[in-house]
């Protein structure tokens, strides 16, 4: 059983940076951050193996977001940078203990293979 607690939304302007955690209790070979925008499907951010810290980032956010893992403190993070509006939306955690490693970043892409979610943080940018 992996317990996922997000935390760190708020409210900023387009532009400005923002960095979201989750914190993770158990083990987890493969994580990541997954967002939903009010009337849309939830969609795919960043991916990262624990093991080799191995990522996958979502075309919308290359280069502007950054995942990363704090493995004494079983943290993750999701840096954002250069926010855009088209950003806001509630952020999910997602972590699964089954399959890691070199699987991880191509099969995490997809979001039903992840067996634990957070409750989400609400990050919203305006113009």
């Known amino acids: 059983q992996v317990r996922l607690v997000e935390s760190g939304g708020g409210s900023v302007q387009a532009g400005e940076s923002l960095t979201i955690s989750c914190a993770a209790s158990?083990?987890?070979?493969?994580m990541g951050w997954f967002r939903q925008a009010p009337g849309k499907e939830r969609e795919g951010v960043a991916i990262?193996?624990?093991?080799?810290?191995?990522?996958y980032y979502f075309d919308s956010v290359k280069g502007r977001f950054t995942i990363s893992q704090d493995k004494a403190k079983n943290t993750l993070y999701l840096q954002m940078n250069s926010l855009k509006p088209e950003d806001t939306a509630m952020y999910y955690c997602?972590?699964?203990?089954?399959?890691?490693?070199?699987?991880?970043?191509?099969?995490?892409?997809?979001?039903?293979?992840?067996?634990?979610w957070g409750q989400g943080t609400q990050v919203t940018v305006s113009s």
């Open positions: 997602a972590a699964d203990q089954r399959w890691g490693g070199s699987i991880c970043p191509s099969l995490g892409r997809r979001e039903d293979k992840f067996k634990y």
């Open positions: 158990g083990y987890s070979s493969c």
């Open positions: 990262i193996a624990v093991s080799d810290d191995s990522t």
